[in-house]
């Protein structure tokens, strides 16, 4: 582990690299709250090894892996990064055929860099430097934001009941 991330298998990619491309969060602005998709350049891509590798598998007389984990890092996102009590965003990273199920986002808060884990077919590849399209599962999205306000509303009446002593509503 070092001081750029908490993900040991990116950390040593991230350490190696010169210079670490900060990723544009375009949700942080009020027109950017709103987007379900937007194009993205692949900064960093690095195959995550699964504990039960291909070769145990076959050792086993299993069929190797239909789909690999990965971590990619882009330019710029649309999903929202774990924080805060907040879960992370799912959706999808596509590049031509190939599409990465994006189903976790954490954002580095010294270097800036957005690491989106997810799953790839197994025979896809990926690569620094291609451009990509990164859409939001917008059903999730949308189940996320009204848990979000809900909890808001609750705090909101348990401040005004009385039951948060010393503590002001939320915004």
């Known amino acids: 582990r070092s001081q750029f991330s908490s993900t040991p298998t990116l950390c040593l990619c991230l350490c190696l690299l010169p210079h670490l491309i900060m990723t544009d969060m375009l949700y942080y602005s009020y027109e950017g709250n709103f987007l379900m998709e937007c194009d993205a350049e692949i900064t960093q891509c690095v195959f995550i090894e699964d504990s039960s590798s291909s070769s145990t598998a076959a050792d086993q007389g299993e069929p190797p892996a239909k789909t690999k984990t990965i971590q990619v ?10 924080g805060g009590g907040q879960p ?9 055929d190939t599409k990465i199920q994006v189903t976790k986002i954490l954002l580095d808060r010294q270097t800036k860099v957005a690491t989106h884990t997810g799953t790839i077919d197994a025979n896809a590849s990926i690569a620094v430097g291609d451009k990509v399209k990164v859409m939001v599962d917008k059903e999730n999205r949308l189940i996320l934001s009204e ?5 808001h509303v609750v705090d ?14 939320s915004k």
């Open 73 to 82: 890092s882009l330019d710029r996102t649309v999903l929202y990064a774990q």
């Open 88 to 96: 992370t965003d799912r959706g999808i990273i596509e590049s031509g």
């Open 147 to 151: 848990c979000h306000t809900a909890g």
């Open 156 to 169: 909101a009446a348990m401040a005004k009941c009385g039951l948060l002593p010393g503590m002001e509503t």
